[in-house]
């Protein structure tokens, strides 16, 4: 089957934009959650602190703890979430979910300092 992009979503301000934090992070583990066929939990180290950060990559990877040491893109400002009863403070930003794609991690090109904020 051949990849169709979605339509462009509407149009937001750059003001609307600079109210989403995505920062790089290392992830420095990748922990199952028990009950879920679903979520994991990674360990993220940002610099000046670490975030539990909840990711539903189970599926989408053979071997989730494959990431294990790999710096990525994270949305750091949204509200803490209970999942599981586990609280995630944070989302992994991947490629490829919402299009029904074998989702990827969004990466740095070289390796940056964790905390470098996109944008």
């Known amino acids: 089957m051949e990849f169709k992009p979605a339509p462009i979503k509407p149009t937001i301000t750059l003001a609307d934009l600079e109210k ?13 959650i028990s009950g879920s066929d679903k979520l994991v939990r990674l360990v993220v180290d940002f610099g000046d602190h670490r975030r539990n950060i909840l990711a539903g990559i189970k599926q989408e990877r053979e071997n989730p703890r494959s990431i294990e040491g790999l710096q990525a893109l994270f949305v750091v400002n949204l509200k803490p979430k209970k999942m599981q009863g586990e609280l995630s403070e944070g989302m992994l930003f991947d490629i490829g979910y919402a299009d029904g794609v074998q989702p990827v991690l969004s990466v740095p090109e070289n390796t940056v300092p964790n905390g470098t904020r996109a944008g």
Do not use: A, C, L
């Not at 989403?20 to 199952?32: A, L, M, N």
């Open 20 to 32: 989403i934090d995505i920062r790089v992070g290392t992830i420095i583990s990748v922990e199952d």
